[in-house]
């Protein structure tokens, strides 16, 4: 067996364009990170977000590099789909700022920040499909309202997406008709429509069974790698984090309390994200007393 490590069996090679041997490239947990030199596509300094007097985000300081996927993780109510939201320009940050391509989002006017908007994508929790519309017109619609291609080119270019999610059979069909996994890779087939340098996914196997959840993560990995994309995955499935993740970050109370590559995480001496990574201890060592089980319910 070759000692290089982009030859492993079983571990996939770094993506097109990446150095043929980084240093920083890890074979025993499939994960690649970018050189340091890099660009920066998405970034956050000292990021606060504040509802009322409730302060969610307290201080994110995040750098994600060209051609990583980063996953961010935590606990219900911990601040990552606000985290989310502040990337995506929804919520203006009341302190600290955002950053995507190198500007700031909120010094941008609109006409900028749409521009920016353009080279990124999103695939919904939901997939947010339209209802009334076929798969095929959800997938058509970015590059109707965004792009003066011809109507032939257009519907060549939905059916290369469809087929690049495995939905070629799908482009007639309306929402109502399909599947819950189908309508997430309907919507990560409009996601990818314009090409996006940048994809962000929240919650995408949320509410999946195990093996739509493996070709939503298989489709996450595949972009990555074959188109070059920049992934944010904002996920609580550890499962799928561990899979798709080159670089991971662990919230809790709206502070990152844990970043580093997926084995790192995963060795974190953090109380609260050994807790969240290998479950509570107290659920893994309960005793119950033979008298008590006796008893029966209500004993």
């Given at each position: ?249 662990v919230l809790n109370e709206g502070r990152v309390v844990a970043e580093g590559m997926p084995h790192e995480i995963k060795g974190h001496p953090d109380p609260f994200v050994r807790r969240f990574i290998q ?21």
């Amino acid at each position: 067996m070759s000692d290089d490590p982009q030859n492993v069996a079983g571990h996939s090679p770094p993506r097109p364009g990446a150095p043929a041997l980084p240093p920083s490239y890890d074979p025993a947990h499939t994960a690649y990170l970018p050189a340091t030199n890099a660009q920066v596509v998405v970034q956050t300094e000292n990021l606060i977000k504040r509802f009322g007097e409730k302060t969610v985000l307290n201080g994110i300081n995040l750098t994600v590099r060209r051609g990583e996927t980063l996953v961010i993780m935590g606990a219900s109510g911990c601040g990552k789909s606000t985290l989310l939201r502040c990337l995506l320009g929804a919520h203006p940050p009341d302190e600290g700022s955002v950053r995507l391509f190198g500007q700031d989002m909120w010094s941008l006017m609109p006409p900028e920040m749409d521009a920016v908007r353009k080279r990124f994508g999103t695939l919904f929790q939901s997939g947010a499909l339209f209802s009334s519309m076929t798969v095929g017109e959800n997938v058509a619609l970015p590059l109707k309202e965004h792009t003066d291609l011809s109507q032939d080119m257009i519907d060549l270019m939905v059916k290369v997406k469809l087929e690049l999610v495995g939905l070629r059979e799908a482009e007639d069909l309306l929402p109502s008709q399909i599947s819950g996994g189908m309508a997430k890779r309907a919507g990560l087939a409009r996601a990818i429509a314009l090409d996006p340098e940048l994809l962000f996914y929240d919650e995408p196997t949320s509410g999946l069974d195990p093996i739509m959840t493996g070709i939503i993560d298989g489709l996450i990995m595949d972009l990555a790698r074959t188109m070059n994309v920049t992934s944010i995955v904002v996920t609580h499935d550890l499962k799928s984090a561990f899979r798709v993740a080159d670089r991971m970050v662990v919230l809790n109370e709206g502070r990152v309390v844990a970043e580093g590559m997926p084995h790192e995480i995963k060795g974190h001496p953090d109380p609260f994200v050994r807790r969240f990574i290998q479950g509570p201890i107290e659920a893994k060592t309960a005793i119950y007393p033979k008298s008590a089980l006796d008893k029966g319910p209500g004993g």
